[in-house]
């Protein structure tokens, strides 16, 4: 089963405090920051991930580029992120295949609802995004615990051996 998970931009930048702080003094730093954090969700989770922006916010119209492994969508001139998203759901919508929106707009939310996808609210994504980046902490943590780890463990009796045959003794 393959999951696909479509972000609205803006509403998520809106919605998590952090972002929402950001975009009044930087709005580029704020959507590149929600595509990191996406990077890292995509990475732990394997969900493939799309975000998408309202093109009225940024020059660039209707482009669709690639950053750290996540499609990021500007929409087209007069075409609205809502638009675009209703779109992609029923362009994407398959059997083996689960969509997810997040977004915490509640009129897009029964539109997608009623095309078959599953919402997922902007606390929830934020609250997945931090259990990720846990996740991902944890994994780098054991992964240097293997790697100091590996020297492997020899007897008193094989120690003695084997120096002696470094020093060419028999």
Same mark, same amino acid.
């Given at each position: 089963?393959?999951?696909?998970?479509?972000?609205?931009g803006?509403n998520?930048?809106?919605?998590?405090?952090?972002?929402?702080?950001l975009?009044? &003094?930087?709005?580029?730093?704020?959507r590149?920051?929600?595509?990191s954090?996406?990077?890292?969700?995509?990475?732990f989770?394997?969900?493939?991930?799309?975000?998408?922006?309202?093109?009225?916010? &940024?020059?660039?119209?209707?482009?669709?580029?690639?950053n750290?492994?996540?499609?990021?969508?500007? $929409?087209?001139?007069?075409?609205?992120?809502? +638009?675009?998203?209703?779109?992609?759901?029923?362009?994407?919508?398959?059997?083996?295949?689960?969509?997810?929106?997040?977004?915490?707009?509640f009129?897009?939310?029964?539109v997608?609802?009623?095309s078959?996808?599953?919402?997922?609210?902007a606390?929830?994504?934020?609250? +997945? $995004?931090d259990?990720?980046?846990?996740?991902i902490?944890k994994?780098?943590?054991n992964?240097?615990?293997?790697q100091?780890?590996?020297?492997?463990?020899l007897?008193? +009796?094989?120690?003695?051996?084997? +120096?002696?045959?470094?020093?060419?003794?028999?």
């Amino acid at each position: 089963m393959r999951t696909i998970l479509l972000v609205d931009g803006y509403n998520i930048i809106g919605a998590w405090p952090k972002l929402r702080e950001l975009k009044d &003094v930087d709005l580029e730093l704020a959507r590149d920051l929600l595509i990191s954090k996406m990077a890292e969700y995509q990475a732990f989770s394997g969900d493939k991930v799309s975000v998408i922006f309202d093109a009225h916010m &940024v020059s660039g119209i209707g482009k669709s580029y690639k950053n750290h492994r996540v499609e990021v969508i500007y $929409t087209k001139s007069q075409e609205t992120a809502d +638009e675009r998203i209703e779109r992609m759901v029923r362009e994407l919508k398959r059997i083996d295949t689960t969509i997810h929106v997040a977004t915490s707009d509640f009129a897009e939310q029964s539109v997608i609802f009623g095309s078959g996808a599953l919402r997922k609210s902007a606390r929830e994504l934020l609250t +997945e $995004t931090d259990l990720a980046k846990k996740g991902i902490e944890k994994l780098v943590e054991n992964t240097r615990k293997q790697q100091k780890s590996t020297h492997a463990y020899l007897s008193e +009796e094989l120690t003695e051996i084997f +120096e002696k045959w470094r020093r060419g003794e028999r």
